[in-house]
């Protein structure tokens, strides 16, 4: 049983466009998310993150859309570069009980130019 | 900056041989914790340590053992490596729910 679901293994957006990553969850106790991006040859290294007391969460290019109601949140990565080929990993943890995060299996981002 | 080095990048291993993966910390962390990566899969957790000189089973702990003989250093051992082990390894670390920091990754393969 997968507690936390990427839905696609894989997404390919034009340069410019925005790539929407999305993820879901089936344990309510998880208050955690944060997004995760690994580049061919390294580790993952964290991007971004949002607490469930918030809905949206914002950095730069980088966006978190959260729907506590729905169990699901999106990553909206605005005017894709190139760089941003990348796989990037949901994750989500509870603060509360065991606080350990669970990753998603991974989307493979591809920005073509 | 926080750092992780792994060693080493990459091994190739016999089935039936022991293999072991060292990591090594400078953050000054509690915790350490060895996954593995597998397409599909994502990230699985395979041991993981709050304090030297004592290991916790994560998700996947069948055919690993670990080690934590100090704060900074945390090691992966497969006694009898088998085929299915074959993947990429990552050690992180971090204080407790906060940002995993992880290394390069070891690249292992088993023939």
């Known amino acids: 049983q997968q507690q936390v679901r990427q839905s696609s293994q894989s997404l390919t957006v034009w340069e410019g466009e925005t790539a929407i990553l999305n993820c879901s969850y089936e344990?309510?106790?998880?208050?955690?998310f944060p997004w995760y991006q690994q580049f061919p040859g390294e580790g993952p290294a964290l991007l971004i993150a949002i607490r469930s007391v918030s809905d949206k969460k914002e950095d730069g290019r980088f966006t978190i859309f959260f729907n506590k109601r729905e169990k699901n949140l999106s990553l909206h990565i605005k005017d894709s570069q190139p760089g941003d080929s990348a796989t990037y990993f949901c994750a989500a943890s509870a603060s509360s009980g065991s606080w350990q995060l669970i990753f998603g299996s991974g989307t493979q981002l591809t920005v073509m130019p | 900056e926080a750092a992780v080095t792994q060693s080493p990048r990459s091994k190739v291993a016999v089935t039936g041989g022991k293999v072991t993966l060292s990591c090594h910390q400078t953050?000054?962390?509690?915790?350490m914790y060895w996954y593995r990566q597998d397409t599909g899969h994502g990230l699985r957790l395979i041991h993981y340590?709050?304090?030297?000189?004592?290991?916790e089973k994560g998700d996947i702990p069948d055919g690993y053992k670990a080690s934590r003989p100090s704060q900074e250093n945390f090691s992966l051992i497969l006694e009898l490596a088998s085929l299915s082990q074959t993947a990429v390894y990552f050690c992180?670390?971090?204080?407790?729910?906060?940002?995993?920091?992880f290394g390069a990754g070891t690249r292992l393969s088993v023939l």
């Open positions: 340590s709050y304090v030297a000189d004592s290991t």
């Open positions: 953050n000054n962390h509690d915790y």
């Open positions: 344990n309510s106790a998880f208050d955690y």
């Open positions: 992180a670390s971090n204080d407790r729910g906060d940002t995993l920091y």
